[in-house]
């Protein structure tokens, strides 16, 4: 949808310290083959440091940022892929406290990897109605450190890493503006993240550990791969991207970096090479010193071309990400 009027006033992100991947290759945490495929050199890890002080801190940089103090928000959505503290807590709220905005409507966001494209969109609603002057945050964070998730080899082709990145966004003029957000979803591939796995009691209660591996094995083996899935895939990928780019008024061609998930080099490669687009045209180089931090790769991708001078006024962006649901989606922005 076009989402002109959407302007970004601030960015902040927080990437903790990195593990080299030749280290957790040595320590045994990581095959050596996979780590020759995937191309990760690094990986963020937060050690004991919670998601949503990962997430505050990022917060608080886009608000200094924006120069916007947290009285002049109106909206806050908090974003995450995986567990943010106890059960039956809100880490919306945590920041509301931290952040001393609990006069905001606050609220979580649970869409996978591809959650913050979903809270461009209902932030583009939301200040539609929002009084002059106001502005929304939006944060994505997650520590996938845990006893029952392993970061290393839970999911093919990427390792989950650790990290935050937030947006102050409004109506007034700033320093990028959103054209453009959509999203499409492949629902008969809903199975591909769940496999055999019974949906009752969750994960979280049984101490089970995902295993995004053998789930899309199982998904296979009940036939819910149909010969035709891979090329509706592409044919959904490309024509999101068409429909992205002719809503925000741009041509392929004027997109300065196209930005997707911080997956393996075979990963992008084969998401992105159907429309041409080659790895130097990306941020993969940079996401390969981070790894896969959640709904936060984009934010904290366009946060390092913004603070290294990689992209500067009259550039566009393409952020393009895919998720459960199977879900495809991504965002148009202009760099001021």
Not at 313 to 322: A, K
């Amino acid at each position: 949808m076009r989402t002109r009027g959407l302007f970004v006033n601030g960015i902040g992100a927080c990437v903790p310290d990195r593990v080299a991947v030749a280290d957790a290759v040595a320590a045994g945490w990581y095959d050596a083959e996979d780590a020759e495929s995937s191309g990760f050199v690094s990986i963020a890890v937060a050690g004991d440091v919670p998601a949503v002080d990962l997430a505050l801190q990022a917060s608080r940089a886009a608000l200094e940022h924006a120069s916007a103090p947290a009285a002049s928000l109106s909206h806050l959505l908090y974003v995450d892929v995986y567990h943010s503290g106890p059960e039956g807590w809100l880490p919306h709220s945590y920041l509301q406290r931290h952040l001393a905005a609990g006069h905001v409507f606050a609220a979580g966001i649970r869409q996978g990897c591809n959650g913050m494209f979903g809270a461009l969109a209902l932030t583009d609603a939301a200040l539609r109605t929002a009084t002059a002057g106001r502005h929304a945050l939006v944060v994505a964070a997650d520590n996938f450190g845990s006893p029952t998730l392993d970061r290393w080899r839970c999911n093919p082709g990427l390792v989950m890493a650790d990290g935050a990145g937030a947006l102050v966004l409004s109506r007034e003029h700033g320093i990028a503006e959103v054209l453009s957000v959509g999203s499409v979803t492949l629902s008969g591939l809903e199975g591909m993240h769940r496999g055999a796995t019974p949906l009752h009691p969750a994960d979280a209660s049984t101490g089970r550990a995902p295993d995004f591996d053998a789930r899309f094995a199982e998904f296979a083996a009940s036939g819910g791969l149909g010969p035709g899935s891979g090329l509706e895939f592409v044919q959904q990928f490309i024509g999101l991207v068409d429909r992205l780019l002719d809503e925000a008024g741009v041509d392929l061609r004027q997109v300065a970096r196209v930005l997707f998930n911080h997956a393996g080099r075979e990963v992008v490669e084969d998401r992105l090479g159907p429309l041409g687009i080659k790895l130097d045209d990306t941020t993969w180089e940079f996401g390969s010193t981070v790894g896969h931090a959640g709904a936060a790769d984009h934010v904290i991708a366009v946060d390092h071309l913004l603070a290294g001078g990689a992209i500067g006024p009259g550039d566009h962006v393409l952020l393009l990400g895919v998720g459960p649901g199977v879900n495809i989606a991504g965002a148009v922005m202009r760099v001021f």
